[in-house]
């Protein structure tokens, strides 16, 4: 089945007359929305909205039609261009398609039902790669999104409080010992919310090397510093729309805690090399296993960003403090691990599920998840016996 959408069309062109009739032409087809500019200046102020297409008049006053199609490609070149020019000149037409242009439609008699094929055309690219990336992410979402398992009474307030803020933008920090699911929380809040189809993207703060990381959060502009050899999009950009998960943000650098303080404020990255500011739409969720409240006592973490991080604070208890979730966890990971491995299914001994009790998951539940995938190779028998249970940590 085709998919339809809505094309947002950007018209530059100083001529008021002329660009409205073009604009209600185009607008005779009802999955088309034109927006109209008569500058180029008055453009680019909007150019952070990302329309699918733009058809730019080339005989602007002041910036000049071929600088708009220049700024827009260096922009995203997703975005379609069409120049619209009375002008026929080959150098010219050269000119706009060796800038990226989409198309070159001279200014004649014909220009209308030119103009309406080469939008339909258009058209139709960009709803198969809207169709793709919605595809994509729907896969993500039954593939990556496995439920939260859990009845204990630590389990039920997560999920309450997951509900609460799901649907909203506030900021929400995840705390929690190594293991105990932050990241599938994040997750959790981003494919219940408005922004599920949108990208979620997760960075590890301290996995990248210090060096880098400005550049892998904010991306750069080419040549904005040795080795910057092309221009690349930053994380912050990647998630427009969507969900930045920042693990481990108790590692931040000190000065990258300021910078990302001034994000957070103004919803507004500026890429490394460049002095334009993006705004954004994202929504922010951190995660740490430390205790960061100790972190700004020791003066390692920014007391302002810290306070503005915990919009909502959401605590994950360790397993041991979660009753008999220990088991339904392990039924869980067990019929998953039996399936995926095409095993016939195996059951868990009374004797074993007494010793899973009993231990402590100093690595949590994804230390149960492992010991229960080990177990299940190790046993002979359809049932999981102590035997076939190894513990990493100290029992
Ligand atoms: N309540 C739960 N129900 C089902 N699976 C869970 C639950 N909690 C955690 N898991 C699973 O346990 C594993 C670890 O979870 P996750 O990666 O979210 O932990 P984390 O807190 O981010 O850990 P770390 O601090 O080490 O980064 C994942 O495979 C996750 O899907
Ligand atoms: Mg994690």
Redesign the pocket.
């Given at each position: 089945m085709e998919r339809k959408y809505i094309t947002r069309i950007f018209l530059i062109d100083d001529d008021e007359m002329y660009s409205q009739i073009i604009r209600s032409t185009i607008e005779s087809n009802d999955l088309f929305d034109v927006e109209v500019f008569y500058s180029g200046e008055e453009f680019l102020e909007k150019l952070s909205e990302r329309p699918d297409i733009c058809i730019i008049d080339y005989n602007l006053p002041g910036i000049s039609g071929v600088d708009v199609l220049k700024h827009i490609k260096a922009y995203d070149p997703d975005i379609a261009a069409v120049l619209l020019s009375g002008q026929d000149r080959v150098e010219v037409v050269v000119e706009a398609y060796n800038n990226g242009a989409n198309n070159y439609i001279i200014k004649n008699e014909n220009v209308i039902p030119e103009l309406q094929n080469a939008l339909k055309n258009l058209a139709k690219q960009i709803g198969l790669k809207k169709e793709l990336l919605e595809l994509k992410s729907q896969i993500v979402d039954r593939n990556k999104y496995?439920?939260?398992?859990?009845e204990s009474k630590a389990?039920l307030n997560l999920l309450r409080l997951i509900q609460k803020v799901e649907k909203t933008d506030i900021i929400t920090l995840v705390t929690?010992?190594?293991?105990?699911?932050?990241?599938?929380?994040a997750k959790a809040l981003h494919y219940n919310s408005n922004r599920r189809r949108n990208a979620f993207v997760a960075v590890n703060v301290a996995a990248i090397p210090a060096d880098l990381i400005e550049s892998e959060l904010f991306g750069h502009e080419k040549g904005a510093f040795t080795g910057a050899g092309s221009r690349r999009i930053g994380k912050f950009e990647e998630a427009d729309k969507g969900t930045l998960f920042l693990?481990?943000i108790g590692e931040m650098a000190p000065d990258l805690q300021t910078k990302l303080l001034r994000v957070l404020q103004d919803s507004k990255i500026t890429r490394l090399g460049s002095n334009k500011e993006i705004k954004l739409n994202i929504r922010i969720i951190a995660?740490t296993?430390k205790n960061l409240f100790e972190r700004v006592k020791e003066g390692k973490f920014r007391e302002d960003l810290f306070y503005r991080l915990q919009g909502f604070l959401i605590h994950?208890s360790p397993l041991r403090e979660r009753d008999n979730?220990v088991i339904l966890?392990a039924r869980?990971f067990l019929s998953e691990f039996c399936r995926e491995n095409n095993m016939s299914q195996k059951t868990i001994s009374k004797s074993s599920i007494n010793s899973l009790l009993g231990y402590t998951w100093p690595g949590?539940?994804?230390e149960l998840?492992s010991t229960i995938e080990r177990a299940a190779l190790l046993s002979e028998n359809e049932s999981i016996d102590p035997e076939d249970i190894i513990y990493a940590g100290n029992q």
């Open positions: 496995s439920r939260i398992i859990g389990t929690g010992e190594s293991g105990t699911g932050k990241e599938l929380v693990d481990e995660a296993n994950l979730d966890l869980h949590n539940v994804r998840k």
